[in-house]
């Protein structure tokens, strides 16, 4: 089955800097890449995603990659501010299954002031 | 507010007991989707249910399970509980689709066996 391996599991970053989260999958069969964030005690919200048959896609400061070939997906967050400290989780998903979500471990954040 | 909801959102119970789990999907979402989190652990997938049926299972034990009502709401019974139990057990609902499967998370339910 679907393995995901997100890395790091905490980051510490400047406000106004930006901060990068990245996950491997481990099956080429997956096409649905979503992230979520999660604040403290509150539940997953889904904060950007991508399907298989795109590279990027940006929505403001937030955006993700997607590498097929290596299979690994990435998080990139542009000029941080304190409301983006959370728990950040990738996941992977094939539409056409189960749908399950698999999660990655998750990756605590924290914007300095 | 994503439109799931769950019930109640704080249970407290003792080892050996048993609880059940509600939960109500968006309107017009078919599939919903139980997920397990542990303190500072990720979000483990126990078992999801497409309309009325049994789609796919996870790392659910063999002392929980689940249905799936004619009305699309879910509940989740956890029997004989154990202290490692204790979690917040997410709800997710989904379109089941070929377009995408965003998942709307419920609020959560912690549970905490004493």
């Known amino acids: 089955g679907e393995n995901v391996e997100q890395h790091p599991s905490t980051l510490s970053v400047q406000e106004g800097d930006s901060a990068v989260i990245k996950c491997t999958y481990s099956?080429?069969?997956?096409?649905?890449f979503p992230w979520y964030k999660q604040e403290l005690g509150k539940r997953p919200q889904l904060i950007i995603d991508?399907?298989?048959?795109?590279g990027e896609k940006k929505d403001q400061r937030i955006a993700v990659t997607l590498n097929k070939t290596a299979k690994h997906f990435s998080l990139h967050i542009t000029e941080t501010q304190p409301e983006d400290s959370a728990v950040y989780f990738c996941?992977?998903?094939?539409?056409?299954?189960?749908?399950?979500?698999?999660f990655g471990q998750g990756t605590r954040l924290t914007i300095n002031p | 507010d994503s439109g799931v909801t769950q019930t109640p959102k704080h249970l407290i119970t003792a080892t050996g007991q048993r609880v059940t789990l509600r939960c109500s999907p968006r309107?017009?979402?078919?599939?919903v989707y139980w997920y397990q989190q542990s303190l500072d652990q990720g979000l483990q997938f126990l078992i999801q249910?497409?309309?009325?049926?049994?789609?796919a299972k996870g790392n659910i034990l063999e002392r929980f399970s689940a249905q799936q009502f004619p009305d699309l709401h879910s509940e989740l019974n956890l029997s004989s509980l154990e202290l490692g139990d204790s979690a917040l057990y997410f709800c997710?609902?989904?379109?089941?689709?070929?377009?995408?499967?965003?998942?709307?998370f419920g609020p959560g339910t912690r549970l905490t066996v004493l």
């Open positions: 997710a609902s989904s379109v089941v689709g070929i377009t995408g499967n965003e998942q709307f």
């Open positions: 099956d080429s069969a997956s096409n649905y």
């Open positions: 991508i399907r298989s048959n795109v």
């Open positions: 996941a992977a998903v094939l539409i056409q299954g189960a749908q399950k979500l698999v």
């Open positions: 309107s017009g979402d078919l599939s």
């Open positions: 249910y497409y309309n009325g049926e049994e789609r």
